[in-house]
């Protein structure tokens, strides 16, 4: 989105890399303009409409992806369909994750198992299940959509993130292995998933 590009331009100057500008489809997800990233939602409605909006970028990446034929794509894990737009056109995919590989591994498993559903209240404690360490929650503590297990469009993008990992290459995740090393090795010998982190930095 072209309010993003001042961020990367900076760190590309003096390589042979460039920027493609999508423009952000903020009308056809009432968001105002000026709204092109996580850190400008001031609500949780503007989040979900921005989330929403993300969506609507699967047609111009692939009209990108026809014509310039990368050898790989890095995508943020909010664009669930860039492995499947990638392999229309024999592009490998990688996924990026901002958070942790902790947070991937509780999501993953809070998803596949859905332990917070086994609870009588919301504030009794479930286990997250399968994780090295005993992680225990409420279902006060996830977010409303996953708490109510509704159908909604944050729940099946989230979900849709998952199973994107898993018809990827691998992942990268913003973390190093020094921080926590158990999930990273959970990640990759349990899960079974490529991954590698981008630091220390």
Known sequence: APLNAPKFTKSLNGTDATLEIFTFPSNE???????ENMEDCTSRETAINFMRGTQLLQGPLE????????DYLVADAFFHFAPD???KFGVPVLVFH???FFALCADMCLLEH???MSVSSDDEYFVIPNLPHLIRLTRLQLPPEMRENKDSDVLRIAEAGIVSVHKSYGTIVNS???LEQEYADYYRKVLG?????IGPL
């Open 29 to 35: 997800v009432g968001l105002p303009l000026g709204i």
């Open 63 to 70: 009209q990108f992806l026809e014509k310039t034929r990368p």
């Open 85 to 87: 737009s990638a392999a």
């Open 98 to 100: 901002g958070t942790s």
């Open 114 to 116: 859905r332990p917070h």
């Open 176 to 178: 190093f292995y020094e």
């Open 193 to 197: 998933r490529r991954a590698w982190q």
